[in-house]
């Protein structure tokens, strides 16, 4: 079966502080790995997929599949950054995502 | 703006009864999938519908079903609700086929007492 674990619940860092949110899977074959964004008062949106390999917001996410994780980093946090974050995967090709439980991500100005 | 939105945006139900949540879908997409979110867990999926037929389902049991209909609009029904199902239910839409982006709405609240 398909997992995806976000360990850190709640995650708070220093504005201008590295960030690294991460993410770990379990798939039986070759998984698209996603990263979904969710700022106060807004709907769930696509911040990255691994396929894309582009740099989003200065947020970046490399696809480890010896390690199978997918962590999410970005070098400078600003406050704008304060935001629900998950992870998610699905079968190449469809649609189907499984979602972590999610990180909220706190930036301290 | 995404263009996938839902109603209603709130609503409580009683224990047992059945309940219809809908979606309309972004001009042009014809996938549309429905998620379930308790409070503090991720989305959990549904079920997806493909040109209005069932295309995949998650572990949920059959009282949860849907309709996708020819303009792309869709229905989530749930039956015979339990107290369990009380969450946020997003609709999300896309083109279909790999590499296009899926659009959530911004999710019906449902409370069942």
């Known amino acids: 079966a398909q997992r995806v674990t976000q360990p850190e619940k709640l995650l708070s860092v220093f504005k201008g502080a590295p960030v690294e949110l991460k993410c770990n899977y379990s798939?039986?074959?070759?998984?698209?790995l996603f990263w979904y964004v969710q700022y106060s008062r807004q709907r769930l949106q696509l911040l990255l997929r691994?396929?894309s390999r582009e740099s989003i917001k200065g947020f970046t996410a490399d696809l480890n599949k010896g390690e199978t994780s997918f962590h999410l980093k970005k070098p400078f946090a600003q406050e704008e950054d304060s935001a629900m974050y998950y992870c998610?995967?699905?079968?190449?090709?469809?649609?189907?995502?499984?979602f972590g439980t999610g990180t909220r991500l706190t930036i301290i100005p | 703006e995404t263009g996938v939105t839902q109603s209603p945006t709130h609503l409580i139900k009683t224990r047992g009864q059945q309940v219809t949540l809908r979606c309309s879908s972004q001009?042009?997409?014809?996938?549309v999938s429905w998620y379930q979110q308790a409070l503090g867990q991720g989305p959990q999926f549904i079920f997806q519908y493909y040109r209005e037929e069932e295309n995949g389902r998650g572990n949920f049991p059959p009282r949860f079903s849907g309709l996708q209909f020819p303009n792309y609009s869709s229905e989530l029904n749930v039956n015979a609700l339990e107290l369990d199902d009380s969450a946020l239910y997003l609709c999300?839409?896309?083109?279909?086929?790999?590499?296009?982006?899926?659009?959530f709405g911004e999710g019906s609240w449902l409370t069942v007492v």
């Open positions: 001009s042009g997409h014809n996938t």
């Open positions: 798939y039986s074959g070759s998984p698209e």
């Open positions: 691994h396929i």
């Open positions: 999300a839409s896309s083109p279909g086929g790999s590499g296009n982006t899926i659009y």
């Open positions: 998610a995967l699905a079968n190449f090709g469809n649609e189907k995502l499984t």
